[in-house]
């Protein structure tokens, strides 16, 4: 059997994923099959972090839902061995737990862990979170498939086969985007705006029309590592309290390592964009506290287009700010929070930006 079933007819394909589901309380495991089954999973259960072990080597899963206290082996130990193993590693790991504290939720993703869910569980909640990993885990393995099938065809022109790979890179890029789209506040119009304002930041920059097309094909994925973040602190309409924006602020680290592994120059610059986007030219940024030209020219446009398209446009706890006081924000917080050329740019090509904005909005 393979990582995910393929049922083909003439009209349509199938896929069924196999979910492993484990847990010492035989009502857990229940209650998220009954919940699960609702999308049509195929499911196996284990009682222990040995039985789960065992059941992995002898059958294929796309995900893994894993408890983390359970006696014995607990869920955090077994994670440890699913990533040590080659053939298991790149299987999603969700942890279910009754503990939210953030030593507990950090050490599971330092195993490998994509993302933890709380009991008692939360139909959509689970139903969500489960969906958008199969939908991440299948869209990289699909990247990944092709990028192999490319490599046998040695006899095509080098030419044409970096054009097909870049397209299937944006195309996979549009689907994590959409992904992204379904489960966070982002909406398509701020995608494409911090796309477009990015290129235009990157072309009065100077920077290369092939590094104009990267950046612009890359930076919808600045805010990739938001699937991993908590749906609660996603939606909240109100502001987030300190613990909140901790866990928010994670979502950086979180793209990172979603991208970090490829070596595709569209995905190493998304890596880039989704790493180093909330950095700020005094070094006050977050997550590495990088500071001036050490930020990648990529971070410091996407933080400024990101930040413009944020300010002048509503959202659900704000107004859109009128334009004249998002230029004076931008001037105060020139050098500060932001490359002054670039800032200097914002200002004199005003014109266009308003334009972009008022075409994307």
């Known amino acids: 059997m393979s990582i995910a079933e393929h049922t083909l007819n003439r009209n349509k394909m199938i896929i069924t994923n196999q979910i492993l589901i484990v847990d010492d309380v035989m009502d857990n495991i229940q209650v998220a099959m009954?919940?699960?089954?609702?999308?049509?999973?195929?499911?196996?259960?284990?009682?222990?972090?040995?039985?789960?072990?065992?059941?992995?080597?002898?059958?294929?899963?796309?995900?893994?839902?894993?408890?983390?206290?359970?006696?014995?082996?607990?869920?955090?130990?077994?994670?440890?061995?699913?990533?040590?193993?080659?053939?298991?590693?790149?299987?999603?790991?969700?942890?279910?737990?009754?503990?939210t504290d953030i030593d507990s939720i950090a050490e599971g993703f330092e195993l490998g862990a994509v993302d933890y869910v709380t009991k008692p569980f939360h139909p959509n909640e689970i139903l969500a979170r489960v969906k958008t990993h199969l939908q991440l885990s299948n869209a990289t393995r699909l990247l990944q498939q092709h990028n192999i099938e490319m490599k046998v065809k040695v006899d095509l022109e080098s030419h044409r086969i970096n054009r097909e790979i870049e397209e299937s890179q944006i195309e996979v890029i549009r689907m994590l985007t959409s992904v992204m789209e379904s489960f966070s506040d982002e909406t398509g119009a701020h995608i494409r705006g911090v796309a477009s304002y990015s290129k235009l930041l990157a072309q009065h920059y100077g920077l290369s029309k092939k590094d104009c097309h990267i950046i612009c094909e890359a930076a919808p994925m600045h805010d990739i590592g938001k699937i991993a973040i908590d749906c609660k602190i996603l939606h909240k309409p109100g502001k987030l309290d300190d613990l909140e924006y901790q866990l928010m602020t994670e979502h950086t680290t979180y793209g990172?390592?979603?991208l970090q592994n490829s070596e595709r120059q569209l995905m190493k610059a998304a890596d880039i964009i989704a790493y180093q986007h909330h950095e700020k030219w005094n070094g006050t940024g977050y997550p590495q506290g990088l500071k001036a030209e050490n930020i990648h020219i990529f971070g410091r446009i996407v933080a400024l287009a990101d930040v413009f398209d944020a300010l002048s446009q509503p959202r659900s706890y704000k107004k859109a700010w009128p334009m004249e006081q998002v230029l004076q924000y931008f001037s105060e917080q020139s050098g500060q929070h932001f490359d002054p050329k670039l800032v200097e740019i914002l200002i004199e090509h005003q014109d266009e930006f308003i334009h972009i904005m008022n075409t994307t909005h």
């Open 256 to 258: 990172h390592r979603i």
């Open 34 to 99: 009954n919940i699960l089954k609702e999308d049509n999973y195929d499911f196996a259960f284990a009682r222990d972090g040995e039985e789960a072990l065992r059941l992995v080597e002898s059958e294929d899963f796309d995900l893994i839902l894993l408890d983390i206290m359970m006696p014995g082996m607990d869920g955090f130990e077994v994670c440890q061995q699913l990533k040590k193993d080659p053939r298991t590693k790149s299987i999603p790991v969700i942890f279910l737990t009754a503990k």
